[in-house]
């Protein structure tokens, strides 16, 4: 549940290391990344396995060296493929960051999701959301980003929602809707209490280290176990702890 760079209402680019504007096809500044561009390999695999190797290979180049180094040369050879089928699928290295960002939450969700207990709506939600904190605090390449660049994430928290902020609202809802249905939630309008909770857990998966520098891993996780309860509970069951 955190504000990133990627896919949006608004059309936002991930800037060229060289020129702070989009990366375009004629391959400006793709010198960084440890790849060179002189002798492309054929592309041989099907278009889906294309699109697979390209998103593991930029989620592996940002990792290594960083997003601003990131070049459309260094993912292409990483990928195996030739700069131009990048290009071809993906259309130039921010539009394939922001699909990495996409994936690597659905990649999150989905197994939190299949996991869940038979249990309350509240209880799933609970485990949910928590859930969803600690696996964005554990995945290096969101990690990077964050890390790499704090300035891209102010419109995120100012302005609009990105497609993977929207995409753990979504996932919230059937579990808000069971806890509402069940007593357990107190009534409420499910995505306007999904949207706040992001809104308050944010600052748990971006400020990670700080959080756990200053109180201890244990209480965080212990405080952010009172906030989800303490806002989702029923009146007369709002944990005292």
Do not use: C, K, W
Not at 2 to 29: C, F, R
């Amino acid at each position: 549940m955190s504000p990133l760079p990627e896919t949006s209402d608004h059309g936002e680019n991930v800037p060229d290391e060289h020129t702070n504007g989009p990366i375009s096809p004629a391959g400006h500044g793709e010198e960084s990344g440890g790849a060179t561009a002189s002798a492309e390999p054929a592309d041989t695999a099907e278009p889906a396995g294309i699109d697979a190797a390209l998103i593991d290979a930029v989620r592996a180049e940002v990792v290594t060296v960083g997003l601003p180094r990131t070049t459309a040369t260094a993912v292409a050879h990483r990928a195996g493929i030739s700069r131009v089928t990048l290009y071809r699928r993906a259309g130039g290295v921010e539009r394939l960051v922001l699909n990495a960002i996409t994936q690597e939450m659905a990649d999150i969700i989905t197994p939190l999701r299949r996991a869940l207990p038979d249990r309350s709506g509240r209880d799933r939600a609970i485990i949910l959301a928590f859930g969803l904190m600690e696996a964005f605090a554990a995945s290096p390449f969101l990690n990077a980003l964050v890390v790499a660049h704090r300035g891209l994430l102010e419109p995120y928290l100012t302005e609009h929602l990105g497609s993977s902020q929207r995409a753990m609202i979504d996932a919230m809802l059937p579990e808000l809707e069971r806890g509402i249905t069940d007593g357990s939630i107190a009534p409420g309008e499910p995505r306007v209490l999904a949207t706040v909770l992001l809104h308050a857990l944010t600052p748990f998966a971006t400020a990670e280290r700080l959080l756990d520098g200053e109180i201890g891993r244990a209480a965080v996780q212990a405080q952010l176990h009172r906030l989800i309860s303490g806002y989702l509970a029923a009146s007369s069951e709002e944990d005292p702890s």
